[in-house]
């Protein structure tokens, strides 16, 4: 059976920061407009699943704020399935805290009086932050994080990612995330296929990072793609070996997906 549900990150994939990567857009709106569906995910949590959606939309990609999952959501809906509506002392940006308030968790400001810390991407991180975080951390409250990505890619090279603001706590407070919603755990990708009538096996992961994304997949038990246009631009020979062997399709852009699925009606990643 040919695989009609495409699982898609974006950071790495469709774009590099603010700049788009065309030639993947591109395939991604030929595949869509063959029948398959797509669904993006990310591990970052600073934009709302709209925001994502809306950007997309605006690239030529058909996307409604259901077809996205980010790991803000995957944590805020983790979150309230295991404790409830919680009192949050949140380090991240919009997108994490609209996720959270959608999930009806509540944002406080001083982390004496939260009920979990929840950790993702955040480009306004100071020092009060880390301290009012770790105040909640040293009442044993649950210590979630979005993702631990340590970097993230842009356009102008890496920069600090969540990971690194996770570090920075485990550091001080002596404890590791209880936690960690976004890729690799198969969690996220559990939230994302809600709604969708589909198999794993008929599923594809495409992704940029072999930790995160094909990490994710082949624990998931879904088909991985990794990418070669963002955080693996290049891989070893040794690396190559070692992908196949656990069947992880290599491309070095979605056009060469597209030639792929179309040869043996998609058959031929089985
Ligand atoms: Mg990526």
């Known amino acids: 059976m040919k695989p009609k549900l495409l699982i898609v990150d974006l950071d790495g994939v469709v774009w590099l920061g603010a700049k788009p990567i065309r030639e993947n857009i591109e395939a991604l709106a030929r595949l869509q407009g063959e029948g398959f569906k797509t669904h993006f995910i990310t591990n970052n949590s600073t934009s709302s699943r709209a925001h994502y959606a809306r950007r997309l939309e ?15 959501r995957a944590a805020s809906l983790w979150a309230r399935e295991n404790y409830g509506k919680l009192k949050v002392y949140v380090i991240g940006e919009e997108g994490l805290i609209e996720e959270l308030i959608a999930e009806g968790h509540e944002i406080v ?3 004496s009086e939260a009920e979990a810390l929840i950790v ?6 100071c020092y009060d932050k880390l301290a ?6 040293l009442k044993g409250a649950p210590f979630i994080a979005t993702n631990t990505d340590n970097i993230l890619p842009t356009e102008e090279g890496p920069m600090p ?4 603001i996770v570090e920075a706590l485990k550091a001080a407070s002596g404890r590791n995330p209880d936690f960690i919603a976004g890729k690799p755990n198969p969690w996220i990708l559990e939230v ?27 624990k ?6 990794l990418v070669l246009t963002g955080i693996a631009s290049t891989i070893s020979q040794e690396e ?7 069947k992880v399709l290599i491309v070095r852009n979605l056009t060469e997906l597209y030639t792929e699925l179309k040869k043996d009606g998609g058959e031929g990643l089985s």
């Open 132 to 137: 009012e975080a770790l105040k909640t951390l």
């Open 161 to 164: 990612g969540a990971g690194s």
């Open 220 to 225: 998931a038990g879904a088909k991985p793609v």
């Open 120 to 125: 993702g991407l955040d480009r306004r991180l």
């Open 109 to 111: 400001s001083r982390g």
């Open 58 to 72: 605006a690239l030529g990609i058909k996307t409604s704020p259901d077809n996205v999952t980010t790991s803000g």
């Open 240 to 246: 190559i070996k070692n992908l196949s062997s656990r």
């Open 192 to 218: 994302a296929l809600k709604g969708y009538n589909v198999n794993l096996k008929d599923t594809i992961v495409v992704g940029d990072r072999i930790d995160t994304d094909i990490e994710m997949a082949v």
